[in-house]
């Protein structure tokens, strides 16, 4: 966990943004220099920045989701509505480097993919030792287009009383309006703390700096096996692959019983 200041603080908030030049190119060539959704991305920058202050191998995050990708087996959410959320507990590893960051962070997200089981939480609050959740709300430009309501330029004010407690230590939500992404970090002064919730928030936004960066060669990165989750390819088989077609091979499929003989 991220150490817990010396004295008790209030709780507090910051924001980081990221420029629409590098923000244009984390959407866009990112996505297809690193072979990666966005929130992979995101996460590759942020659990190096975590783990830069707890001093562990692996990030441990809550990730929030609306609780509608992902269900229980057997559970079927067609003819509800109403708020869901879903949090999926994951350790991530990490690397200093870009595109060893992503690989690790491929890796494991797409490994749960096949195994998650998500649940829509009615109440409770989640374990105390994951105490960080990350929460990206993808394109709000998208799903809020030009028309009679706009997202307010003011702040709306404190929505807390700064000496009441989070529900966890670190709180990052992000999102990309007015063409730009940027996330509010907010933490609780008693577990975290104004240093280290600034020390995360400023690391995090040179790793996307980074990010966004190399995707300017426009140079696809190594193949891995995550890259096809459905061949099954260990490490050498990949890099075999890679060897004969090159790393813009698109997609590695398992052969049909008919094409195996």
Do not use: Y
Not at 89 to 107: D, G, H, I, S
Not at 192 to 207: I, S, Y
Not at 224 to 235: K, M, R, T
């Amino acid at each position: 966990p991220i150490p817990a200041p010396p004295a008790p603080e209030p709780a507090g908030s910051l924001r980081v943004t990221l420029d629409p030049d590098r923000t244009a190119l984390l959407l866009g060539p990112a996505l297809r220099v690193f072979r990666a959704r966005i929130e992979e991305l995101l996460l590759a920058a942020c659990a190096p920045a975590l783990a830069a202050v707890t001093g562990g191998r692996a990030a441990a995050l809550l990730l929030e989701g609306h609780g509608r990708d992902h269900w229980l087996p057997g559970v079927n959410l067609e003819r509800t509505v109403g708020w869901f959320t879903s949090l999926t507990m994951v350790a991530l590893p990490w690397a200093a480097e870009p595109a060893a960051a992503v690989a690790a962070v491929k890796t494991t997200l797409r490994h749960l993919d096949g195994l998650r089981l998500e649940a829509a939480l009615a109440d409770g609050q989640p374990e105390e030792a994951h105490a960080v959740m990350f929460n990206f709300f993808g394109r709000l430009d998208a799903a809020l287009p030009p028309g009679l309501f706009s997202p307010a330029p003011e702040t709306a004010g404190r929505d807390r009383d700064p000496l009441a407690p989070l529900p966890v230590g670190l709180v990052l939500n992000g999102g990309v309006l007015a063409g730009q992404l940027g996330f509010e970090l907010a933490w609780d002064g008693v577990r975290v703390g104004a240093v280290n919730a600034q020390a995360v928030a400023a690391d995090f936004a040179a790793r996307l700096e980074a990010l966004a960066d190399r995707a300017r060669t426009e140079t696809p990165v190594a193949l891995i096996p995550a890259d096809f989750p459905l061949a099954g390819l260990s490490p050498g088989e990949t890099a075999q692959m890679e060897r004969r077609f090159g790393v813009e091979l698109a997609e590695a499929l398992p052969c049909a019983p008919l094409q195996e003989g």
